[in-house]
């Protein structure tokens, strides 16, 4: 289990890589095992684009490192954070995509009820207030938005996602990015113009209809 997790995380980060999201060292990527106090995360200061499984850093949820030589990533207190929050969370992407954090640096929200995948696959997208990056307050702050929401927008800072495994949690920052784009675009082209009345309240009724069908799924 612990080594496939290992070999995702890497997988995802070179995704994020590859696709744009981060430059370099930036961004962060953390993984646990449904139910486990232990975290797999992206160490501090090497390129998201080369990693290899056993440069994964296992930390558990105090911060305290359980397996590998290199530092955690200096953005591990918000991981930890959500992860202790969200007994559901079990992975979370955080990049500087470039268009979603230019929205975070203008303080434009990303007004997720103008478009439906957004509103179905991501929902609601908070602002969370300024924090210096890398510091241990941003974990705090984090803390009070995190809720129900499966995405935040850092303030000034980037995006962070949020998923009950990695490639949920990737495909919501893939989207969340290319949402961002459509919105900028709409927004040259005279503004992103409301759904019909009602139409943001069925999309969600929608999401939860198909996450009350996989839930009873499941057991089986
Ligand atoms: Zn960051």
Redesign the pocket.
Known sequence: MEARLRRKVVEVSKRIYDRGLVAGA??NVSARAPMSNEVLITPSGLCKGHLKPSQIVKVDLNGNVLKGKLRPTS?MPMHNEIYKLRKDVNAIV?T?APVSTAFSCANVPLDYSIYPEAIVMIGEIPMVEYVT?TTRDLGAVVARYVGKHNALLLRS??PVSMGTNLEQAYQRMELLEDFAKILLVSRILGGPQPLPEGEAQKLLGLESEKYRVELVKKPR
Request: glycine share 38%; charged share 10%; proline share 12%.
């Open positions: 930036g961004g953005e955080h500087h990056p800072h980037g």
